[in-house]
Nanobody, 118 residues
Framework: QVQLVESGGGLVQPGGSLRLSCTAS????????MGWYRQAPGKQRDLVAT???????NYADSVKGRFTISRDNAKNTVYLQMNSLKPEDTAVYYC????????????WGEGTLVTVSS
């Protein structure tokens, strides 16, 4: 059994910052790529950023230069530092992980809400 738990969401004013965390726990042998996705009300879930086990990152164009993804492999944790937040960043943010247990699978957290509003 593997669980991913996100934290760090909340209400922030435009131009502000938030840092999201996501920790994986359970019977984990190793973790390959991890990522952050977001889903705004009435819209599909979209990629925000991904990071490989070696630290290679990929970002959606809409967040490049504002968001930074990082990870601590020893803690099975991925972070998303979000700066210069805009109202259009409002969404539920989900993390996922490509995780090796006794098999390999893609696991998702339950999400954390980020609201950017004055």
């Amino acid at each position: 059994q593997v669980q991913l738990v996100e934290s760090g969401g909340g209400l922030v004013q435009p131009g502000g910052s938030l840092r999201l965390s996501c920790t994986a726990s359970g019977s984990i042998f190793s973790i390959n790529a991890m990522g952050w996705y977001r889903q705004a009300p009435g819209k599909q879930r979209d990629l925000v950023a991904t990071i490989t086990s070696g630290g290679t990152t990929n970002y959606a164009d809409s967040v490049k230069g504002r968001f930074t993804i990082s990870r601590d492999n020893a803690k099975n944790t991925v972070y998303l530092q979000m700066n210069s937040l805009k109202p259009e960043d409002t969404a539920v943010y989900y993390c996922n992980g490509d995780i090796n247990t006794k098999y390999r699978g893609l696991f998702w957290g339950e999400g954390t809400l980020v609201t950017v509003s004055s």
